[in-house]
């Protein structure tokens, strides 16, 4: 069976959705006065080809043969740049299958946009101005069987007239969460979700939408409500925060490799390497109470240390949401052992699998943070995502041990709190 596929929204995406942006990116980047609104004057002043199209800008900023050059390969760099792959798609396309695409950028640029972002069949690309969208195309292209694309004109009623069966395809769009979430942040966890590279149906795929729907901007909130600079992020825990906050901010801080057990053995090595890591810093805990950490700081310091916890009930310190859960902790799974006495640490007890999923998206995550504005805070906002979290199923799947002074996993998170994503939605946002 044949398949042709759509281009854009359909096996790639622009990275901020509305393909204007591209044009936004250029008049900032260059000084280009008004270049959004005169590129797309040029445009329809055009035969909608990119040779074309710059053939009128120059006119316009009465540009040199090398300044059109120079910008129009500016405009091919871009697009390239920030095209983003939609993986469920992408993973379809076979060796023999058409792309058809109503384009003004050419073919070769097309098929570079596509390389970069992991196709590798050998397929057939066909570019034309409005050839399907006035339904010419389809009878100079070789026999169909099916047709994919997002524009309901074009990719479904035009190949349908013509007798091919069309779907229509609509995940690109922005989903019920990321429009409430709104803005930069909703646009982020856009991208970070089509790149979802497991099978649709998987537990991994549903563990890297969830990440992508409530770990990651849960992270990003919690990293801009967060000071920059002169922090120790306890690990395990911070594992992920601590990388998405040094991209937030583009400062480094401290690891503090840390436990309850670790505390309350001491030991002179532990009680130098604090000295030596965390002391005089502010400590950075995904969720708690603080008071295992100021309890050893009372005794060995005489003082009351600086903590910072994304959730908690707090003993000592504070918190950025006051939610009694552990659940934030489920989604954040460090590849390394709970420390014991130090420097010893207990067996890792995650899955491979699961803490493998969870880094990628958030390797995802920070590849694609410097495309968009995200140091806003909002811990309303933050406090609705760790309350989805806690309605998810990412932690009735992900074993946890919260006690490592007795060797036990715990399988303790009830499947009936994980929800229908409508129902927990619209308790969170109500």
Same mark, same amino acid.
């Given at each position: 069976m044949t398949t042709s596929w759509d281009c854009f929204d359909t096996l790639v995406t622009r990275m901020?959705?509305?393909?204007?942006? =591209?044009?936004?990116?250029?008049?900032?980047? !260059?000084?280009?006065?008004?270049?959004?609104?005169?590129r797309k004057a040029a445009e329809s002043r055009s035969p909608e080809m990119l040779f074309s199209i710059y053939e009128e800008l120059a006119k316009d900023y009465q540009w040199t043969e090398e300044q059109k050059a120079f910008y129009k390969k500016a405009e091919i760099q871009a697009?390239?740049?920030?095209? =983003?792959?939609i993986e469920e798609n992408l993973r379809q396309v076979k060796d023999g299958d058409l792309i058809v695409s109503d384009m003004y950028l050419p073919r070769e640029v097309i098929e570079a946009i596509l390389r970069k972002n992991g196709l590798n069949k050998a397929v057939s690309i066909y570019v034309s101005t409005g050839g399907k969208s006035s339904g010419t195309i389809w009878k100079h292209l070789p026999s169909i069987d099916l047709h994919i694309g997002d524009n309901l004109h074009s990719d479904v009623n035009s190949p349908s007239a013509f007798g091919i069966d069309a779907k229509h395809y609509t995940n690109f769009e922005l989903n019920t969460l990321e429009q409430l979430v709104g803005g930069e942040l909703g646009l982020l966890m856009r991208v970070v979700r089509l790149a979802n590279p497991y099978e649709p149906g998987t537990i991994l795929h549903r563990m890297w939408l969830e990440q992508s729907q409530l770990n990651v901007p849960a992270l990003i909130l919690a990293s801009a409500s967060?000071? /920059?600079?002169?922090?120790?992020?306890?690990?395990?825990?911070?594992?992920?925060?601590?990388?998405?906050?040094?991209?937030?901010?583009?400062?480094?801080?401290?690891?503090?490799?840390? /436990?309850?057990?670790?505390?309350?053995k001491k030991g002179d090595a532990w009680n130098d390497y604090v000295i030596n890591t965390a002391k005089g810093r502010t400590i950075v805990d995904l969720q708690g109470t603080g008071g295992s950490v100021g309890r050893y700081? &009372?005794?060995?310091? !005489?003082?009351?240390?600086?903590?910072? !916890?994304?959730?908690?009930?707090? &003993?000592?310190?504070?918190?950025?949401?006051?939610?009694?859960?552990?659940?934030?902790?489920?989604?954040? /799974?460090s590849p390394l052992g709970s420390l014991g006495m130090f420097p010893e640490r207990f067996e890792n007890e995650f899955d491979k699998d699961v803490l493998e999923c969870q880094k990628l998206a958030v390797d995802k995550a920070i590849q694609y943070m410097p495309y968009f504005s995200l140091k806003q805070e909002n811990l309303g906002l933050l406090a609705r995502l760790v309350s989805l979290m806690y309605h998810s199923h990412t932690p009735v799947w992900n074993n946890h041990q919260s006690n490592h002074a007795i060797d036990k996993v715990e399988h303790d998170w009830p499947a009936a709190r994980a929800l229908d994503d409508t129902i927990a939605i619209g308790m969170a946002f109500e």
């Open positions: 901020r959705l509305n393909p204007l942006t =591209v044009f936004d990116w250029m008049g900032e980047k !260059y000084g280009l006065p008004n270049f959004t609104h005169r697009e390239i740049e920030q095209c =983003v792959p967060l000071p /920059s600079d002169n922090l120790a992020f306890v690990h395990r825990d911070c594992v992920h925060l601590q990388r998405i906050h040094e991209q937030l901010h583009g400062c480094q801080n401290v690891a503090f490799h840390c /436990s309850r057990i670790a505390m309350e700081w &009372a005794e060995a310091f !005489y003082e009351r240390p600086e903590i910072i !916890y994304v959730t908690g009930m707090m &003993a000592v310190g504070k918190a950025l949401v006051t939610i009694p859960t552990d659940v934030i902790e489920r989604f954040n /799974s």
